[in-house]
């Protein structure tokens, strides 16, 4: 039942600074999420260039995949990067420097969390990742030093959706500022490139640190050390926060790594070059595989045995979401 939602005209329609304009070859989709427990595919853009570059408009769209109706729910400069509760009924919408909350309507717009402006030394900003607890009550982000070239403080904190100030768990050194923490989806897990270093090596550790309510504990580390090149790719948890996924940079022929505290492991021996990867389950994900003749979606298993192509095709760049849907026959 595949329908096309949005148009190239929609874009193309679209305003845009005159000065952006006259560099731009056009407007796509940049993130792309469903709203939980609803039909609702929810949106923002950016301009495309020629050269290297990432501008986003900070705008926030919504269509309805069921009438096929589109909303501006905020003009350019009023929106952002954004992440839905797990009940659908909150938004955390991000900018350089700060995070709020909005309805499922872009109404509603209150301050949660601001922190000083990161400072990337790239053509692009810095949007932090703030992450929803399981109850919608509350996020956790890390921020990284201002200077994400530097060796890194990365500082993690508490933020209530309640009228209540965001609270400073505690802070972890990593290797590197511009590679960010990774929450585990229970909140209490985060796995980082560590500053730790053998004696007498450049290498790095992977490094897993359990947090409480107001500190973060020491970590546990991983069996063998990294170069900083080896690992510039956290990917995220699996649900039962148990491990997660990395590779070397965006760009680079990926070998998919599995971690988990005290456990390294290599799934398959495929070299791809690969985006955006996501878990479906406990023991599958899925992510974008670029090759020459264009991309393809592809749903992994962490045993390296089953890989289904779920969709193709020969331009980019490409984004998607998904919802996982029980079979309601299963017992499982």
Avoid at 164 to 189: D, H, K, M, W, Y
Avoid at 259 to 276: F, H, N, S, W, Y
Wanted: with cysteine.
């Amino acid at each position: 039942n595949e329908r096309q939602l949005t148009f190239a005209e929609d874009f193309a329609a679209l305003e845009i600074d005159a000065e952006i304009a006259a560099l731009s070859t056009g407007i796509s989709p940049a993130q792309v999420a469903w709203r939980p427990n609803s039909h609702q595919l929810y949106f923002n853009t950016a301009p495309q260039f020629e050269g290297p570059g990432l501008f986003l408009s900070n705008d926030l769209w919504m269509v309805d995949a069921d009438s096929g109706s589109r909303f501006k729910l905020l003009d350019p400069g009023e929106g952002g990067n954004f992440t839905c509760s797990p009940d659908g009924q909150k938004l955390a919408l991000i900018t350089p420097g700060r995070i709020d909350l909005v309805d499922p309507d872009g109404s509603n717009r209150r301050e949660a969390f601001t922190h000083s402006q990161v400072v990337t030394d790239s053509e692009f900003e810095y949007y932090a990742q703030p992450i929803w607890a399981s109850d919608s009550d509350s996020l956790r982000v890390a921020i990284p030093p201002v200077h994400t070239a530097d060796l890194g403080v990365h500082t993690i904190w508490h933020i209530p959706v309640a009228d209540q100030p965001a609270r400073l768990i505690g802070e972890v050194t990593t290797a590197s500022g511009r590679l960010a923490p990774l929450f585990a989806p229970n909140l209490v897990r985060l796995a980082y490139l560590s500053s730790e270093r053998p004696e007498g090596t450049s290498r790095s550790t992977l490094a897993v640190s359990e947090l409480s309510e107001s500190m973060v504990w020491d970590p546990v580390l991983f069996p063998a050390a990294v170069t900083t090149a080896e690992v510039t790719r956290l990917h995220g948890w699996s649900p039962d926060s148990i491990r997660f996924l990395f590779t070397p940079p965006e760009g680079a022929l990926a070998e998919v790594t599995m971690g988990q505290p005290g456990v390294r492991e290599l799934i398959g021996d495929e070299q791809m070059i690969i985006d955006d990867l996501r878990w479906t389950d406990n023991f599958r994900f899925l992510s974008v595989i670029f090759a020459a003749d264009g991309w393809r979606l592809q749903l992994n298993d962490i045993a390296g045995i089953e890989r289904l192509e779920v969709a193709s095709g020969s331009r980019g760049p490409v984004s998607y979401d998904f919802v996982w849907v029980p079979d309601a026959a299963s017992s499982e």
